[in-house]
Nanobody
Framework: QVQLVESGGGLVQAGGSLRLTCAASGGSFSSYDMGWFRQAPGKEREFVAALNWSGGRTYYADSVKGRFTISRDNAKNTVYLQMNSLKLEDTAVYYC??????????????????WGQGTQVTVSS
């Protein structure tokens, strides 16, 4: 009974920063990937960032490299997405997701097992 709860979204001016939090519960995540995805109005959901829980390896979409940082707090079963230098095109609903690691399935694949409810990030001029 895995549950993911995102928080930290809001309205921010372009160039500003936000930190999103994903609180995970109901399972052991040592063999899981944790991912952040986003969906803007009129667009398909897209990969943003991910980490492998046990190894701490991180992955980023090209569009956010150098601006976003994914991190974890093992004791709290929490994943963060630090977003800096925000742009208008970052406006979207951001979703936290987790999946069991599967050979041959990349972290960028949308087929995650559990999803949070999403948190709105709006970047204004």
């Amino acid at each position: 009974q895995v549950q993911l709860v995102e928080s930290g979204g809001g309205l921010v001016q372009a160039g500003g920063s936000l930190r999103l939090t994903c609180a995970a519960s109901g399972g052991s995540f040592s063999s899981y990937d944790m991912g952040w995805f986003r969906q803007a109005p009129g667009k398909e959901r897209e990969f943003v960032a991910a980490l492998n829980w046990s190894g701490g390896r991180t992955y980023y979409a090209d569009s956010v490299k150098g601006r976003f940082t994914i991190s974890r707090d093992n004791a709290k079963n929490t994943v963060y997405l630090q977003m800096n230098s925000l742009k208008l095109e970052d406006t979207a609903v951001y979703y936290c997701a987790t999946k069991y690691v599967r050979t041959g399935r990349a972290v960028t694949d949308l087929r995650y097992d559990f999803w949070g409810q999403g948190t709105q990030v709006t970047v204004s001029s």
